[in-house]
């Protein structure tokens, strides 16, 4: 696979990154677990663990179950972003590596996804319920699906 199309898989992970933090370092643990992504050898393996695996895929988890929530703050709130490049610039690492393709690049590239993703995910979400005038909850539920469904599309391609 050559290095543009790993810069922009390692981009699309931290878009996902970006609707929903945790599902990127998840959808990555489970691919590195299963042997899509070969992590071994790297400061990364842990990834690959059960326990990684576990961990991520609850707080995964609980993320979708909380986005839903009324109480919830705004992915766009300093903190959030914060959290998101985080996990993004995680799941961006674990893609770079199993390309052997350069950590930092990989770092930088899955930040920009994953504020790219923030800012984009609210607007089309929020332009979503507000143009249709429907609830938000649909379109929150629609938002995991692509989530989910993008980040194993992403890492099944390697």
Excluded: C
């Excluded at 674990?94 to 995910?121: D, E, P, T």
């Excluded at 649909?138 to 890492?155: H, R």
């Amino acid at each position: 696979m050559n290095s543009t199309t790993v810069f922009a898989l390692v981009f699309a992970i931290g878009m996902i990154a970006g609707l929903r933090a945790l599902t990127a370092p998840a959808v990555v643990s489970w691919a590195a677990h299963l042997g899509w992504l070969n992590l071994q050898d790297s400061h990364l393996a842990w990834m690959g663990s059960t326990a990684a695996v576990a961990i991520f895929s609850i707080l995964a988890l609980a993320e979708i179950i909380n986005d839903k929530l009324p109480a919830t703050g705004s992915r766009l709130a300093p903190p959030s972003l914060v959290i998101r490049s985080v996990t993004g610039a995680l799941a961006g690492s674990g893609l770079a590596i199993a390309a052997h393709q350069s950590l930092l690049l990989g770092i930088l590239v899955a930040i920009v996804g994953a504020l790219a993703g923030s800012f984009i995910g609210y607007q089309v979400r929020h332009q979503i319920v507000a143009g249709l005038k429907i609830p938000d909850f649909p379109i929150a539920l629609l938002e995991d699906a692509i989530a989910i469904g993008g980040g194993l599309l992403i890492v099944s391609r390697f």
